[in-house]
């Protein structure tokens, strides 16, 4: 090892979901939008002057601020915009997660967390889920230094009840806890009206899923309007220029059709019923599902092997070679026609 290298913040990266490059395929690994951006977000593009790509864009990103505090009926003083919710979460993290005890979140999570409480040296600890996947309240009612967990829960899709997400936010005034809504506008319940209550409860959100617009790398956080002057001062003192012109413009024309994204939403809830059925019709087994994937396993059939002919087949899902999970395939919900390819592949291969 060289001497510098004992100066070197070594972590384990998180790793995402494949994006292969293949044309023909079939994609229902990383949770994206089966249906394009709102038509309004086409025409902001063609809108974007080049020759304003020679200033830097707004660092308070005010327009997509604006838009986001219109469309949730709050302040703009309360909302913070960043790359993604990934970037916000960050953030969120640096800003908010700086006690000496462990933070908690659930041990089946999202697998940031534990990666951005190494990287920044933020002592954590999880909870174990039930075995059908639940978050137990009680669990949080411990000393802790901040509390994150997703609701719906990825990868599992499962919602915590908004009365139970009040009970964890309710028993922890002293530290921050922040929900991370990524899949909430697939049929959950938000804990945005809760931000009037609480002043330690930071809702994070994302364009990526629910307005079709992961390419963009558009997240916010809302609450009080003292906990989003902290993370501006923690943004503005690593790069204040997060959001470039065009995600900017194309945020603030997605947010501002909410038709559009209604029908998107309501179309993708449609899909995830018939999805459903038709697992459970095959022998899958999974938690109930409030986001746009489900979490399934076959009693029968191995859920690697199950993974690995399917993509054979260029029909990708996501799996997690991790304890408790291993046997389970996270299939996001696509278009009828592409799920309705997904099930002729699985008939084909339980036949
Ligand atoms: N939170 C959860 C629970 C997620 O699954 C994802 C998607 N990987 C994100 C946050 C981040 O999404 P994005 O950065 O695209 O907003």
Redesign the pocket.
Known sequence: MSGWEKYVRRVTPYTPGEQPKIKDKIKLNT?ENPYPPSPKVEQAIKELEIDAMRMYPDPAVSDLVDAIANYYRVKPSQVFVGV???DV?AMSFMTFFNSDKPILFPDIT?SFYDVWADVFRIPYETKALTDDFKICVEDYKTDNGGIIF?NPN?PTGAELPLEKVEEIIAANPDVTVIV?E?YVDFGAKSALPLVEKYDNLLVVQ?M?KSRSM?GMRI?WAIGNEKMIGYLNDVKYSFNSYTMNRTSIAMGVAAMNDREYFEETTKKIVATRQKTKERLKKLGFVFPDSKSNFIFASHPKYEAKKLFEALKEAHIYVRYFDKPRINEYLRITIGTDEEMEKFFAFLEDYMS
Do not use: E, I, K, V
């Open positions: 949770n993604g919710s990934d979460l999202y997703p990825a991370d990524a994302t990526s992961a997240g």
